[in-house]
């Protein structure tokens, strides 16, 4: 099974899409994909997250779209059958990471604390999300357990934005970040796509 970070082509920052509408969805990923980049993952919190998802994979193609929020194997079976090239779990546990494991998919599995990082690593997988980022310690947090947990590398999301982005993507065991300012919750619900455009050029920009 490929990693995560292989499916990201070098994008360094993921931005998550919340959206309440198919509408919305597709009009997010055209602004993400104008700015020049390929990669997204649509958080499942909506009733339209998954509509919007399979709708996403139709009209772009070219984009590599991961399900965020999977938080059991029902929704795992759900964004795979939507079409979902990755999948992207909040924390983990060792049904949900078997299932993962077992399945055809690469797998973002969500931790916060190191027993959790230790049992991700023994059901064999090496990137992992780190989440709530600045509420788990961070750049502190990541820096500290580097040398004990060598093996792993992560995805830090919540709480990363513009400011410290480049902060940690400039840790040995960081490949990427998440966050949702690059498609903000508010210039979704109000239509301003140019905005999420522009976020998203400008991070490209830092890193």
Not at 66 to 82: H, Q, R, S
Not at 102 to 120: N, R, T
Request: overall charge negative; glycine content about 8%; some cysteine.
């Amino acid at each position: 099974m490929n990693p995560v970070s292989s499916l990201l082509n070098s994008q360094l920052a993921l931005p998550l899409v919340h959206v309440d509408t198919v509408r919305e969805g597709v009009a997010v990923a055209e602004a993400i994909f104008t700015a020049g980049w390929n990669s997204i993952e649509v958080v499942l919190r909506t009733k339209n997250s998954l509509d919007a998802l399979s709708e996403i994979k139709r009209q772009f193609p070219e984009i590599t779209v991961g399900a965020g929020t999977v938080l059991n194997t029902e929704i795992y079976d759900k964004a795979c059958e939507a079409g979902a090239d990755f999948i992207v779990t909040p924390t983990a546990t060792p049904t949900l990471l078997k299932c993962c494991h077992d399945g055809d998919i690469p797998v973002l599995p969500g931790v916060m604390i190191p027993s959790d990082i230790a049992m991700v690593l023994e059901h064999g997988f090496s990137e992992m999300k780190l989440f709530p980022a600045e509420l788990a310690g961070g750049i502190a947090f990541l820096s500290a357990i580097s040398d004990v947990f060598h093996e792993a590398r992560f995805c830090p999301t919540g709480g990363i934005n513009a400011d410290n982005m480049a902060d940690y993507l400039a840790l040995k065991n960081v490949f990427a970040v998440g966050g949702s300012w690059l498609a903000s919750k508010q210039w979704v619900e109000q239509g301003q796509w140019g905005k999420i455009t522009e976020a998203c050029v400008a991070a490209k920009a830092i890193v």
